[in-house]
């Protein structure tokens, strides 16, 4: 979503087989945002990999890789909050599944341009994180200025540039 409201043509879970013909369609006016993951029933790293060095060899597109990263743990609260089985081990507790996709994964990570680690992110803040690094390519770039107040007892909020601690001036509430 936050990528069509920045102005890509996104289309999730592509079956790797149509990539060749939805890229030999006529050139569309603005960039294009494909979402894929192991849950492709033809999914495979080394066919994905394949298609990145065709893509990018071409010079009449420009191809990034961005990679969601989450830690173990987290992925593991999240299927427990969830009550969902992990694609990879639908029979078996979800740590398995979680190890065999990241054995999957790996090549792709390593290959990554842009890796986003969401295990301290809320959707909010993955929201965020994904405007600065893709609404400016369909907007153009300008500067932008987030302020945040936090609290120290949850610790600094993570991406910070620059903190400021104005903890001296008078609160009026």
């Keep these: 979503n936050v990528l069509e409201d920045a102005g890509f043509e996104t289309i999730d879970n592509l079956p790797l087989r149509l990539l060749p013909a939805l890229l030999a369609s006529p050139e569309q006016d603005r960039p294009m945002a494909l ?36 830690d173990t743990d987290v992925l593991l ?8 089985r992990h694609p990879l081990a ?3 507790r979800p740590e398995t599944g979680i190890a065999r996709e990241f054995d999957l994964l790996g090549p792709i990570r390593a290959r990554a341009d842009l890796l986003i680690d969401t295990s301290e992110m809320s959707p909010h803040d993955l929201r ?7 609404a400016s390519n369909a907007t153009g770039r300008r500067l932008a200025v987030s302020v945040h107040s ?13 903190m400021f601690d104005c903890r001296f001036l008078r609160n009026p509430y």
Excluded: H, Q
């Design 35 to 70: 979402g894929i993951d192991a849950r492709n029933r033809d999914f495979s790293t080394d066919v994905i990999l394949d298609l990145l060095g065709e893509l990018s060899a071409r010079a009449d597109l420009k191809v990034e890789l961005f990679y969601l990263d989450c």
């Design 77 to 84: 609260r999240r299927f427990s909050e969830t009550r969902r």
């Design 90 to 92: 639908p029979a078996e």
């Design 128 to 134: 965020a994180e994904l405007e600065l690094w893709f």
């Design 150 to 162: 936090f609290s120290y007892k949850r610790g600094l909020p993570r991406g910070l540039d620059m």
